[in-house]
């Protein structure tokens, strides 16, 4: 498995060390040319959860909803689920 490959590397990197496997597996896909496991679409929609909370929050748990950032184009979308067996 990945974390016990890259255990050393991945020591201190934040996060128990997930830091390490996210930003190298994003590295590695750039550097190799192929799809990384995270698009722009998923950076946004990671990142407004934090915004949503806060409003559910404040209105006493209210469902929020969600914004879809790719316009309907997650539909045809192929999705990257794992990281690279590799890196």
Partial sequence: PLWKKYEK??????????????INAFVEAAKRKVPTTQDVYDAAAISA????????????????????????????????YKFNDEY
Avoid: C
């Fill in 9 to 22: 590397d991945a020591e201190g990197a934040g996060h128990g060390g997930m830091d390490y496997f996210v």
């Fill in 49 to 80: 959860i934090v915004e949503l909370s806060e409003r559910s929050v404040s209105l006493g748990g209210a469902p929020q909803e969600f914004p879809d950032f790719t316009g309907g184009r997650w539909i045809r979308r192929k999705n990257v």
